[in-house]
Structure formats: structure tokens, C-alpha cells
């Protein structure tokens, strides 16, 4: 089964086992009506947990879990991954592509020089940007036209044509 990350347990909320998530997703009313999820252990293991609550708060999350009912369970999985089957997300127009698709992708440039990985992005309002990390060195990419040539999610790297000054 594929998995997309939809968040990370940041803490623990109150003595019942209510845990803060900060969301990776675009649009936060994704969490509506969510029936279960998936929590990745340090084993790399994944485990479905039924929700019996989710209350959003801007991009954080409130999540209340079967089987997490007191603060040391709910500490047991602060630092872990919320995941969703793939399967669950709906199909993208052509030359769209979910953010947990790009996020990993190898970015080459125009002339075949590898720069990095995409290591997350950030909406700006007018256009996402992808951050592109090599070691320590950062490169903000625009996600246009002008500066994305070629996106390859099965092969796993972007082209990209760099203006002057990146």
C-alpha cells in the first residue's frame, strides 16, 4: 500500500490522550470526516488507529484516537508521521502533482548538474516554492512555467531552468 504524509505528532494535549499535529496538507478541510489513520513507529512500522476526534486550529490539528486514552500512550507517538493510503486522495488534472510527490524528487539543471533534493515547500499566494537542499546549501524555486521544465515523479527528479542570480 502507498502512503502520502498528511502531518507530524508535535505533543501531547491534556491527560487523555489528545495529540497536536501540525498538518502538511494544502487545505485543512482534507481532515473532514476522516474515519482512521496511520502512524508510523521509530520501527518504521505503520499502525491504523480509528479517530474518534479531529478539531482543526489553523494548520494544527487536535486528534483523539481509539486505543490512545491517557498521556503516556499519547507520548509514545510524539516525533511519529501521519499517513493516509494514496488511495484515498483524488486524481490530479494532467501537469498537477501532490505536494508529498514532489517533496524527495532530484532537481537537475539545464545543464545536467544535480542540486539537490526538494526538501518541502511553501505556498507564497501567487505560487508554491519548492526548497531544494544540497548539504547545506538552499536554492528557492518558483513553481512556474519559466523556472520548472520537466517534472518526473516515476523517475524521481525535476528539471529545472535556473534564471540569473539563483
Known sequence: MDFFVL??????????????????????DAFDGLKYIFVEKSTGQKKEYQV????RSGKFLFLQLDEINDLDAA?????????????????????????SDIIGLEVINQDGRILGKIESIFPTG?????????????????????????????????????PKGL
Request: proline share 6%.
Open 52 to 55: 474518534k476526534k479531529i478539531e
Open 126 to 162: 501567487s505560487n508554491d516554492v519548492y526548497v531544494c537542499k544540497d548539504g547545506k546549501k538552499e536554492t528557492l524555486l518558483p513553481a512556474i512555467a519559466d523556472v520548472i521544465d520537466e517534472i518526473h515523479i516515476k523517475k524521481g527528479f525535476m528539471k529545472v531552468k535556473l
Open 75 to 99: 507520548a509514545s507517538l510524539v516525533g511519529c508521521s501521519i499517513f493516509l493510503p494514496k488511495e484515498l486522495l483524488p486524481p490530479l488534472p494532467e501537469g498537477e502533482y501532490y505536494w
Open 7 to 28: 502531518g507530524k505528532v508535535l505533543k501531547t494535549r491534556g491527560l487523555h490522550g489528545c495529540l497536536k499535529v501540525i498538518s502538511y496538507a494544502q487545505k485543512q
